[in-house]
C-alpha cells in the first residue's frame, strides 16, 4: 500500500538561514505518531530577528499556553523569583543548564502546569509547562519570557547599564532562532534587544511568546 501523502505548511524562503554564528535548532518531536516526523523533517526553520513580526511556523502546535524545551539539559531551578512576592521579576520560572553548558529561563510559568522539578533530565522539544493566565511576575499580560545566557562569557559591556540582577549568569544570547521549537505556532510579542518605553531606553534580554486566544 502506497504511503500517504502528508500536506506540510509553507516556509518562506530564507527561513532556513540561521544568523551568522547561531546554529539552526532541531527539535525532537513528542510523538513518533507526529507526520513532520514520519516525513523525516526534524524541526522547525531557524528564525530571523527580521521575521519575528507575526506567527511562527505552526509546526506540531499543542494545546494553548503549552511551551518546550529549547534543548537538552538538566533542570537547575524550578520555582518563584521570590516566594515571598510572586510579582517580582519572572515570577515562576524553569532554568535548564544546557548539555552545550547555556542557561535557558523560562519565565511567568503558571506552577500548576510544571512537568520538570530540580534535578530532572529534559530533551529537546520535551513538555516542560504552560505560561500563566492570568500572568505572574512582573508582567503585563500572560507569555512565557524566554532568555539565553552564557555563563562561561562576561555580560556584554554594551548591556552593562541595563543588567542589574542578573550578570553573573553570564553573557546574552539572542534567543529568537529558538522561538519555533519552544512554541510552534506561537508569537513573538516581545523582541531581544534594546527598545524605546516612554521615550525611555531599555534593553529585553529575551523574547516574550504566547498564543493567541483560542488558536491550538
Do not use: C
Amino acid at each position: 500500500m502506497p504511503k500517504p501523502t502528508i500536506e506540510l505548511p509553507d516556509i518562506p524562503a530564507g527561513w532556513l538561514d540561521a544568523p551568522s554564528g547561531i546554529s539552526p535548532v532541531v527539535p525532537k518531536s513528542r510523538s513518533a505518531a507526529d507526520p513532520i516526523e514520519a516525513q523525516g523533517i526534524l524541526g522547525t526553520p531557524a528564525i530571523r530577528p527580521e521575521d519575528i513580526d507575526g506567527k511562527l511556523p505552526d509546526i506540531g502546535a499543542g494545546p494553548n499556553r503549552d511551551y518546550y524545551s529549547a534543548a537538552g539539559g538538566t533542570v537547575t531551578d524550578a520555582g518563584w523569583e521570590n516566594p515571598r512576592d510572586h510579582h517580582q521579576g519572572y515570577g515562576y520560572r524553569i532554568r535548564v543548564r544546557g548539555d552545550d553548558g547555556l542557561l535557558f529561563t523560562y519565565g511567568h510559568t503558571d506552577p500548576n502546569s510544571a512537568q520538570v522539578q530540580v534535578g530532572d533530565k529534559v530533551t529537546t522539544g520535551q513538555h516542560l509547562g504552560s505560561y500563566g493566565e492570568p500572568t505572574n511576575g512582573r508582567s503585563t499580560g500572560p507569555h512565557t519570557h524566554f532568555e539565553v545566557r552564557d555563563p562561561s562569557q562576561p555580560l556584554q559591556s554594551d548591556y552593562d547599564g541595563f543588567i542589574k540582577n542578573s550578570r553573573a549568569m553570564g553573557a546574552l544570547i539572542n534567543p529568537t532562532p529558538y522561538a519555533g521549537t519552544i512554541m510552534p505556532g506561537g508569537d513573538i510579542s516581545s523582541k531581544y534587544g534594546k527598545r524605546t518605553i516612554g521615550g525611555r531606553q531599555e534593553f529585553h534580554p529575551g523574547i516574550d511568546l504566547r498564543r493567541l486566544r483560542g488558536r491550538q
